[in-house]
């Protein structure tokens, strides 16, 4: 759930006040859905830092957060999109073979944040995040400010924006359900509509961000029926940055455990859209 209170989102339950709340519950999967735990033990290899690759080259290292900020089975439908576009996936967490600490984002080049517990609070998930001894959010900004990448899908969108989050993006993420215009208004899984580089499409949503972005190194690749923005990329420093509210990565299982029409095979092409203009240089990255 997320909750902004005049710029700040709490963790406590929102309360009626005069000023504007938006509460937002955070991208779960169903739990049926969860992968396998086959790759837990392929912690071991680099982490990802400021000279990481920034080609899309296939073998290249990404890294996916899983733990207790991630919904059961979000980090393993990360992990097969990205193994599906050719990347080398290895876990990063509190129970991970590989951990966050300094030298962990030393050759990787990419790091993503899934989806979150349904019903999950951003400011819990951040919370969970910082509980881990190792993890710092400079230690992320850090490695995207050097040339590393980021991708967030639904709470790992959320979590690029600002407090709690890491401040990646140029502007902001907002609770699409909350919107003026939205064309989902609960916290339900839905398929929503988007219009992705002028094609109308149908995608996974479990109360997803929007973001409110602007600037001369953003492209929105996507956007929702009352045009906010659904999919950004942009860059960060000398690195780059890409969120998504809906879920291009989510598996048929997803789709099937609420009785949704399958658009698996769409979103993962998508998804392979969104990362390879995620690992594209820059053209001139902001300072």
Not at 79 to 94: K, N, Q
Not at 206 to 222: R, T
Not at 268 to 276: F, I, K, Q, S, T
């Amino acid at each position: 759930m997320r909750v902004r209170w005049a710029g700040v989102r709490r963790g406590a339950a929102a309360l009626a006040v005069a000023v504007a709340v938006l509460v937002a519950s955070a991208c779960g999967a169903p739990l049926e859905a969860a992968g396998d735990a086959a790759g837990a033990a392929a912690g071991a290899g680099g982490g990802a830092g400021a000279g990481g690759s920034a080609g899309s080259d296939r073998g290249s290292l990404a890294l996916v957060y899983r733990g207790p900020a991630a919904c059961e089975g979000c980090a393993e439908a990360a992990h097969d999109m990205l193994e599906h576009d050719g990347f080398t996936v290895r876990y990063i967490g509190p129970k991970e073979r590989m951990r966050f600490g300094p030298g962990a984002f030393a050759s990787a080049a990419l790091y993503v944040q899934p989806g979150g517990t349904d019903g999950q609070e951003v400011s819990t998930a951040w919370g969970l995040l910082e509980s881990d001894a190792g993890f710092s959010a400079e230690l992320v900004r850090a490695y995207v400010r050097g040339g590393g990448r980021y991708l967030g899908l639904c709470m790992g969108g959320y979590l690029a924006g600002e407090d709690p989050g890491y401040g990646l993006l140029p502007g902001d993420s907002g609770q699409y359900i909350r919107s003026p215009g939205a064309a989902v208004t609960d916290e339900r899984d839905h398929l929503v509509d988007v219009d992705w580089r002028g094609r109308g499409l149908r995608m996974y949503f479990q109360d997803g961000p929007y973001f409110d972005v602007q600037g001369p190194d953003v492209q929105v690749l996507a956007r929702y029926t009352n045009g906010r923005a659904a999919a950004v990329v942009a860059a960060y420093g000398a690195g780059r940055v890409a969120v998504s509210g809906p879920h291009p990565e989510a598996p048929s299982a997803w789709y099937r455990d609420y009785d949704l029409a399958d658009e698996s095979a769409t979103g993962l092409g998508l998804g392979e859209d969104l990362l390879h203009t995620l690992m594209a240089t820059p053209p001139h990255p902001t300072p």
